[in-house]
């Protein structure tokens, strides 16, 4: 059928169009304060910090807000459409049912286009920007974890870290105890304990060196060289820290479009060539008689590497449908909501909305992400994540969309 912008076309698509922008406007609010509130508790975020993340934290919720907003749009314009008689006069008037439910359609085909291309760039580098704010830098993180567990105990670092609070970047009632070398010393002992009321620590990134400069300390234990010495009148303590990486990995959902491409391929060398390569290298190797230069520990990485490859590949090929399922639920949670809306004409306009709803977060999350899990592991093809789109869509030409449309 071909869809005409007539009176009536324009007319349903501005009330659905109004009550979607109102409906995502809210949701996003609240599902962003929602997950920003959640992680400023977890990671101890400052308000600053939080007005920070919150812009790149929006456009990563439209994937699930959307969909829901559209849901609610469409169940309750159609609701008071057919309660108020209109879809009845159509009738009346010789025009199909699907005269008003067309331009829903069009709208959620319109955000799905909209969302997948979305999914594909801007998602995933906002993703990326929000986690980035999250960890911030390695002083930044250091800080922020102080100040939220008020130990630090990393098996990593020399010394283990206690604090009864920060303000600032200001350590106070500090606490510091060097690990002892294991062996000859058992595991998780300690040879020297420095204690003071104060603290200030300064980290040299390019030496990685991390100075802490101490206020009236006190010192027990013998290991005090080379950790502890007198600097300006201040007793200084000075330790290395491992050298912190450039950034985050990027997780896949932190991967554009073209970045997952060129993963994969990256992935697919490996899988294919990386095993070959090391094992006729050895062979060349040994047909020369030069057996002791032979690289065996490449040799074992290729294979012992070989099956998180292919996870690796399975987990990018999974996000790649995953995006395409997420944006197309868009269209088939409008199918589903308008017909129901207009069933439902009778009662309450939340109630078609409630109706459509339960069953999405009954059926329709837990199928995606278990098809994502198993996706994942390889398990089953990652075009399983498009079981509940087509849930959705069966449930609505089977059991919503008949009696709407029949005369």
Request: some cysteine; overall charge positive.
């Amino acid at each position: 059928m071909i869809l005409r912008f007539g009176i009536l076309t324009r007319y349903v698509m501005g009330q659905v169009l109004r009550a979607f922008l109102m409906a995502l406007v809210a949701i996003t609010a609240i599902f962003s304060l929602f997950v920003v509130m959640a992680e400023a508790t977890r990671q101890g975020l400052a308000p600053q910090e939080v007005v920070a993340v919150l812009p790149y934290l929006v456009p990563g919720s439209l994937t699930y807000t959307v969909p829901v907003a559209l849901l609610f749009a469409v169940s309750v314009v159609y609701g008071r459409i057919a309660a108020d008689n209109e879809v009845m006069a159509i009738k009346a008037a010789g025009l199909s049912v699907w005269t008003v439910l067309n331009p829903s359609l069009l709208l959620g085909l319109a955000l799905s286009a909209a969302l997948f291309a979305l999914s594909s760039e801007v998602i995933p580098r906002a993703n990326n920007a929000f986690r980035r704010i999250i960890f911030g830098s390695l002083e930044d993180g250091f800080f922020r974890y102080l100040k939220k567990e008020r130990e630090l105990n990393n098996p990593r670092l020399p010394f283990y870290i206690q604090v009864r609070d920060i303000r600032g970047r200001t350590l106070i009632e500090p606490l510091f105890k060097h690990r002892a070398a294991s062996p000859p010393n058992p595991p998780g002992t300690f040879d020297l304990t420095v204690r003071a009321r104060a603290a200030t620590i300064d980290f040299d990134l390019e030496n990685q060196i991390a100075t802490v400069t101490l206020v009236d300390a006190e010192t027990t234990g013998q290991s005090e060289r080379p950790f502890l010495f007198w600097m300006n009148g201040r007793r200084v303590l000075q330790y290395p820290f491992p050298k912190p990486p450039d950034g985050p990995d990027k997780r896949v959902q932190e991967m554009t479009g073209r970045e997952l491409v060129q993963a994969q391929l990256g992935l697919i060398d490996k899988i294919t060539n990386e095993r070959k390569r090391q094992a006729i290298t050895a062979a060349l190797e040994v047909a020369a008689g030069l057996i002791p230069k032979i690289n065996w520990g490449n040799i074992r990485e290729a294979h012992t590497q070989y099956g998180y490859w292919k996870q690796k590949y399975h987990e990018i090929e999974t996000e790649k449908h995953v995006r395409i399922a997420l944006a197309g639920s868009v269209l088939f949670f409008a199918l589903l909501g308008a017909p129901v809306g207009i069933l439902f004409a009778k009662r309450d306009f939340l109630s078609s909305f409630i109706t459509c709803f339960i069953p999405i977060i009954v059926l329709y999350y837990p199928l995606v992400l278990a098809g994502i899990n198993l996706g994942k592991e390889g398990v089953a093809p990652p075009s399983v994540v498009f079981a509940g789109d087509l849930l959705l869509g069966l449930i609505a030409g089977c059991f919503a969309l008949p009696p709407v449309c029949k005369h």
